[in-house]
C-alpha cells in the first residue's frame, strides 16, 4: 500500500507482495486493526502519510524498484477503464525503466485530451516525442501535437504532417505502420481540400485509399468521411 500510494482493491496489493491471499488477508487483517491501512473508495490504502513515508523509508533503492515495478504490472493489468494510465506511468518510472513509463504516459495523454485537458495532453505528447525511443511511440505522438498545430495554423499543421509522413517508413511493424500513414494521410487530405490544393489533396487520397480496409473501425471510418 506503501508503494502503490492510493487506494487500491486488496487483490491488486496482493500482487504487489507477491504473497499467497491467505496469508495476505491475515495481514490486511492486522492492518486495519492496527490502524496502518484504512478502507477507502476504491480499496485499501495507508491511514496516515507518516505510516507511508516511514514504510518506503526503510525500503531499500532496489526493493522499491522491484515493487513499483510489481505495482506497475498489476495495476496495467487490471480492466479496461479500471487502470489509470499517468498512475501506471508512474510507477514505471519509479522502477526506473522510462521507456515503458512514456508508453503509458501515451495513453494518458488520449485520456486527458478525451476530459478536455488539451494543455496537460500537449505536455505529455511533447514528452514523449522528444524521450522515445520507439518510432511508433513517438510519431504517434508527433501526429497528435500536429493535429493540435492544425487547429490554430494550418500551416505549420500541415508541414508537421508532411515530416512525419517522410518517417513512418521507420516504422517495423506494418500492423502498426498502417494506422499512423492513414492518419497522417487522412490529415493532409483535409488540410489540402481546405486550402484548395485538389491536385496534391487528390494525390494523398489514392495512397490513402489502399490502407482502407486493414484500418481500425475509428480510424477507418473518420479516413472515409475525409
Not at 482493491?9 to 499467497?20: K, N, S
Not at 487483517?29 to 496502518?36: G, H, I, N
Not at 508512474?90 to 485520456?111: I, N
Amino acid at each position: 500500500a506503501a508503494v502503490v500510494g492510493q487506494p487500491m482493491p486488496m487483490g491488486v496489493l496482493a500482487q504487489v507482495a507477491d504473497i499467497q491471499p491467505e496469508q495476505h488477508l491475515s495481514a490486511t487483517r492486522m492492518a486495519l486493526e492496527s490502524d496502518l491501512l484504512r478502507e477507502a473508495t476504491g480499496g485499501l490504502a495507508c491511514r496516515h502519510d507518516l505510516v507511508r513515508y516511514a514504510v518506503l523509508a526503510s525500503l531499500s533503492s532496489s526493493h522499491q524498484q522491484i515493487l513499483h515495478r510489481k505495482a506497475a504490472l498489476a495495476m496495467a493489468a487490471r480492466a479496461e477503464g479500471e487502470a489509470e494510465p499517468l498512475a501506471v506511468a508512474a510507477h514505471w518510472t519509479a522502477a526506473k525503466e522510462p521507456q515503458t513509463a512514456l508508453a503509458w504516459m501515451l495513453r494518458g495523454a488520449d485520456q486527458l485530451k478525451r476530459r478536455g485537458q488539451f494543455e496537460e495532453a500537449r505536455n505529455l505528447w511533447s514528452r514523449v516525442a522528444q524521450e522515445s525511443l520507439d518510432a511508433t511511440q513517438g510519431l504517434q505522438a508527433r501526429l497528435a501535437l500536429a493535429e493540435c498545430e492544425l487547429l490554430t495554423n494550418l500551416g505549420a499543421g500541415r508541414q508537421a504532417l508532411e515530416l512525419i509522413l517522410e518517417q513512418v517508413p521507420a516504422v517495423a511493424d506494418p500492423m502498426q505502420r498502417g494506422p499512423i500513414e492513414a492518419q497522417v494521410l487522412s490529415g493532409l487530405v483535409d488540410n489540402l481540400v481546405f486550402a484548395g490544393d485538389m491536385a496534391a489533396a487528390r494525390n494523398h487520397a489514392a495512397r490513402l485509399r489502399p490502407l482502407l480496409p486493414g484500418l481500425r473501425a475509428d480510424i477507418r471510418i473518420h479516413a472515409c468521411e475525409v
